[in-house]
């Protein structure tokens, strides 16, 4: 861990090679990951043991993002936790799937006539970001190819879940856990509105233990979860921030575009671009 100072204050940041986030240290637990993987592939296993973890560390996620891959009864999940949009995943997750591959025909000859059994694979992203997505949304690696054709030659598929408050109900009751980071998160954000990071961070920790929610993981974890909330959620924030401004320069560009056709009055050009009549007076000005 590393100290920084914040307006005065001593704050716990993790170190910058240590790539770890709350919701991979959570469902590195075996049980926690097996019923998370029952909930996104409506199975019932019952047993943790049968499930082997695959996660490939410091593989292909070099920022501070999280992967998780677990392999049962021959079947290969790819989890990926997220607060940003990444329509490169299906070409992240062909590098990753390829890599997980290798340890299942390491020892076999590929050029033989003997078929080499594989996992099934399947790629799923838990969104829970600021910008506005729906319940289910599916990113191919075919919408990344320059010529689009009606049945491609390699294609991957990954789900996204938003897992933000109101989406997905089903999976959540299904995974308790997964909701309580969901509440967690919320939490967050929430008091991060009012208050710096490391405030927030502290009082989101110490309200769930209280409330029981991921309580046993948070008081056995506090000090780094702690740490990794403010990294992660610091962040999240000036990605929102960046993502305010950019839509605020796309209304003023609105705006610019309508004055100059002079066909509409300031109080239309208000309506229609989003912003205050106020500011777009003083864009008027400013021409």
């Known amino acids: 861990m590393e100290k ?29 990951l097996l019923t998370l993987y029952n909930a996104v592939n409506e199975t019932n296993y019952d047993n943790p ?17 999280n992967d998780l891959s677990c392999v049962i009864d021959m079947r290969l999940n790819i989890f990926e936790h997220q607060s940003s949009i ?27 006539e003997r078929l080499i059994k594989l996992p099934n694979p399947k790629f799923v992203v838990f969104y829970n970001g600021v910008r506005e997505q729906p319940e289910r949304r599916e990113f191919k690696l075919s919408d990344a190819y320059t010529h689009q ?23 959540m009751q299904k995974c308790p856990t997964l909701k309580e980071y969901m509440l967690f998160v919320e939490r967050i954000r929430t008091y991060r509105q009012d208050t710096d990071i490391n405030t927030a961070v502290n009082r989101a920790v110490d309200e769930c233990i209280k409330e029981n929610i991921l309580s046993d ?67 008027k000005d400013d021409l």
Do not use: W
């Not at 390829?98 to 050029?111: T, V």
């Open 149 to 171: 054709e009606e049945t491609p030659c390699l294609e991957l598929i990954v789900l996204q879940l938003n897992i933000n408050p109101g989406y997905n109900d089903e999976l």
């Open 4 to 32: 920084e100072q914040i307006n005065g204050s001593d704050i716990l940041r993790p170190n910058k090679k240590y790539k770890d986030t709350v919701f991979r240290m959570l469902f590195s637990d075996k049980k926690e």
């Open 86 to 112: 990444n329509p490169n995943m299906p070409l992240r997750d062909l590098d990753y799937v390829s890599r997980s591959f290798r340890r299942f025909y390491d020892r076999h000859d590929i050029y033989s």
């Open 49 to 65: 043991d049968e499930l082997e973890i695959t996660t490939l560390e410091n593989a292909i996620y070099m920022t501070v993002k």
């Open 217 to 283: 993981f948070l008081r056995k974890n506090k000090r780094e979860v702690i740490a990794m909330g403010i990294d992660e959620y610091d962040a999240e924030l000036h990605e929102k921030t960046l993502l305010e401004i950019g839509r605020e320069q796309g209304a003023q560009q609105t705006a610019v575009r309508m004055l100059k056709a002079g066909k509409l009055s300031m109080e239309e050009i208000s309506i229609y671009s989003g912003l205050s009549l106020e500011q777009v007076l003083q864009l």
